[in-house]
């Protein structure tokens, strides 16, 4: 079992710092040889927590898991200056402290799961598959992978956070929205119509009663509408929504209230359920029907 040190510039951000250092001359073997040796003794612990110690491709990976973990929080420490991570390298703590930022970043963005517990505990099992660093490997994804897990982290809390502060109802089924868009608009929607009222499955109910003003038939006033949604929310959370959202969320929302007056005028005929469903169903097909609701009218 061994630290990898490739002669490229490819790979795990840990073994570039290694190749610089060495390039450079700013790293003696005996430094080198200290770092080798920690990351052994990590690899170990890792291995005897995790997998198991006395088997040799248990260590091995055990190994690439230690390199991909630090090389993760040596990016993040040093900011991705080489320079800053070599003196983090040779700090006391040496790896160590790397390492730790590293982990507490997996676990931070790892998703919990209801079903079959992680081999990790409160890290993915995935996530870190793609942060790990095998020898062969001829690049190193792990960064990439970090932030697209930190960007589904973000949009998840922001979800959330929009249920928590703009619906009725506080348990809700995971399949039942799929994107940020989907939450926001339905928000938007819901309190445009009515006046401000937190979310309920009683749109469509509702609809019948209420009286539909010509300028909200605008993109400026869906607009207004969005802002003043995220203007209750924290500046961080809303920046992060904002920079979410498609182009099209705001063409997407006037279509859906052009069909909101048509669903009301065929209502408003005595129309049948099922012809009701029809009608919907027909103008979703032809465009998504952003922020309209999904459920069945009880």
Known sequence: MQLIVRDTQQGPFLSKVIYQAQAEDTLSAEQLSQIKCKA?????KFADKFYNKYKMHL???AAHDVIGIVSLGLLALSEQDQQKALQLLLAPEGLVKPFQKGWSMLAAVSRKSTGKASLYGEV????????????QAEDWPGWQAYQQALTEHHRLHAMQLLRQQFYQRQVFD???HFSLEEVLAEVVLYRALTAGDKVKQDLKKRLRQITLAE???SEAYLIMQTETVLSELPADNAAAIRQDLGQHFVPALLRTLHFCRDYQQLQQTEASPEKLDAFEHKHGLQSPLLGWPHYLEL
């Open 215 to 217: 300028h909200w038939f």
């Open 59 to 61: 260590l091995e990976q």
């Open 40 to 44: 052994v003794l990590m690899s170990l």
């Open 124 to 135: 993915d099992e995935q996530l870190l598959a793609q942060v790990s660093s095998p020898p």
């Open 174 to 176: 995971e399949f039942e």
